[in-house]
């Protein structure tokens, strides 16, 4: 049924009790417009401050994962860095040691580096303190009586000038093969007397 002043005097209500209705029904529409304008600028401004709050959420998110890449990458590089310094110390420390070894190879007389070499465990071989290597020379000594051939072979000591090596057992009895100790200089009779005492006493009894 709609609502209007026909409606009203048809309903029995004089003019002024329609104006009244009207007009209080007028009042209370208005109210019911101003809440609900009310009501509609609240939405408006709430929505327009989750609006605001998502930008400003989305926009922090991005700059948390703007920061977290860049804080990322600058770990990485840093990570990066000390490896490459690891692995270049390693690296120098590696071939430092291998030059040590090889010159105490060749110290050593060996005939091939690097036959030599491979019999060696590198891992038991290091820097001491006092930049000297540790855990060459057993190895060394025992590689060089197991595999002597790797190995120039020990020259034996030569005989001095002037000094006669008398052999072993008994001198012969014939004059002409024991020294002759007139014919000597003091300092080849000295010599002679001190590498073979039994000799030398002989040749002097002989004369």
């Given at each position: 049924?709609?609502?209007?002043?026909?409606?009203?005097?048809?309903?029995?209500?004089?003019?002024?009790?329609?104006?009244?209705?009207?007009?209080?029904?007028?009042?209370?529409?208005?109210?019911?417009?101003?809440?609900?304008?009310?009501?509609?600028?609240?939405?408006?401004?709430?929505?327009?401050?989750?609006?605001?709050?998502?930008?400003?959420?989305?926009?922090?998110?991005?700059?948390?994962?703007?920061?977290?890449?860049?804080?990322?990458?600058?770990?990485?590089?840093?990570?990066?860095?000390?490896?490459s310094q690891?692995?270049?110390?390693?690296?120098?420390?590696?071939?430092?040691?291998?030059?040590?070894?090889?010159?105490?190879?060749?110290?050593?007389?060996?005939?091939?580096?690097?036959?030599?070499?491979?019999?060696?465990?590198?891992?038991?071989?290091?820097?001491?303190?006092?930049?000297?290597?540790?855990?060459?020379?057993?190895?060394l000594e025992?590689?060089?009586?197991?595999?002597?051939?790797?190995?120039?072979?020990?020259?034996?000591?030569?005989t001095k000038?002037?000094?006669?090596?008398?052999?072993?057992?008994?001198?012969?009895?014939?004059?002409?093969?024991?020294?002759?100790?007139?014919?000597?200089?003091?300092?080849?009779?000295?010599?002679?007397?001190?590498?073979?005492?039994?000799?030398?006493?002989?040749?002097?009894?002989?004369?």
């Amino acid at each position: 049924m709609a609502f209007d002043t026909k409606t009203l005097t048809e309903l029995g209500l004089t003019d002024e009790q329609v104006k009244g209705v009207m007009k209080a029904h007028g009042e209370d529409v208005n109210a019911v417009k101003a809440q609900l304008n009310d009501v509609v600028a609240e939405r408006d401004g709430l929505n327009g401050q989750v609006s605001e709050f998502t930008k400003q959420l989305e926009e922090a998110k991005k700059a948390a994962e703007k920061d977290s890449e860049a804080a990322n990458q600058v770990e990485q590089l840093q990570q990066q860095l000390k490896d490459s310094q690891k692995q270049a110390a390693d690296s120098l420390a590696k071939t430092k040691l291998g030059y040590e070894v090889d010159s105490a190879l060749l110290k050593a007389g060996a005939l091939n580096n690097k036959a030599a070499k491979a019999l060696i465990d590198m891992d038991k071989v290091s820097f001491g303190d006092d930049g000297k290597l540790i855990g060459l020379n057993d190895q060394l000594e025992s590689i060089k009586n197991d595999n002597s051939f790797l190995f120039k072979a020990t020259e034996p000591e030569q005989t001095k000038p002037g000094v006669k090596i008398t052999p072993p057992g008994n001198p012969s009895n014939s004059n002409n093969d024991k020294p002759n100790l007139s014919s000597m200089s003091y300092k080849e009779r000295v010599e002679f007397k001190h590498n073979d005492p039994e000799g030398y006493e002989q040749a002097v009894q002989a004369e």
